[in-house]
């Protein structure tokens, strides 16, 4: 797998998302993403109860562990690699999670306008 260039939707040095739990297409604990990352795992999210509750809702179970994929399930604060277009529509229905803009990967802003991205985060996430 070829990784993208690791840089971040503010033009610098992509920063790790999080490593407690172990995030990231790769599971390196950054957002980085390559042509075979096809959800774009690109937004370094910040849950909320808001958005675990919703993400559950539309059929993805961020918050239940799955020790069998060695998954601890998230809590409001954990930090999740998350996919641009989940964190797009969380955007449109008024539940997205905070952002940390400097462990969002560019490719995000594929799907994600930096503005709305901004919104939810600032420049330190």
């Not at 957002?31 to 059929?59: I, N, P, R, W």
């Not at 918050?63 to 060695?70: A, D, G, L, V, Y």
């Not at 919104?119 to 996430?125: I, P, V």
Request: net charge negative; with cysteine.
């Amino acid at each position: 797998m070829e990784k993208e260039a690791s840089t971040n939707v503010l033009g610098g040095t992509l920063m790790p998302c999080s490593l407690d739990p172990v995030t990231g297409f790769f599971r390196n604990g950054s957002c980085d993403t390559c042509f075979e990352d096809a959800g774009s795992h690109t937004v370094c999210a910040v849950m909320t109860a808001e958005f675990l509750a919703y993400s559950k809702y539309v059929g993805n179970d961020l918050s239940t562990p799955r020790p069998e994929f060695s998954f601890p399930g998230l809590k409001p604060g954990d930090h999740w690699c998350l996919c641009a277009g989940r964190f797009l529509q969380a955007h449109d229905e008024g539940v997205a999670p905070h952002v940390n803009l400097a462990a969002t990967h560019k490719k995000a802003l594929d799907i994600v306008p930096l503005d709305v991205l901004k919104e939810h985060g600032g420049t330190l996430g």
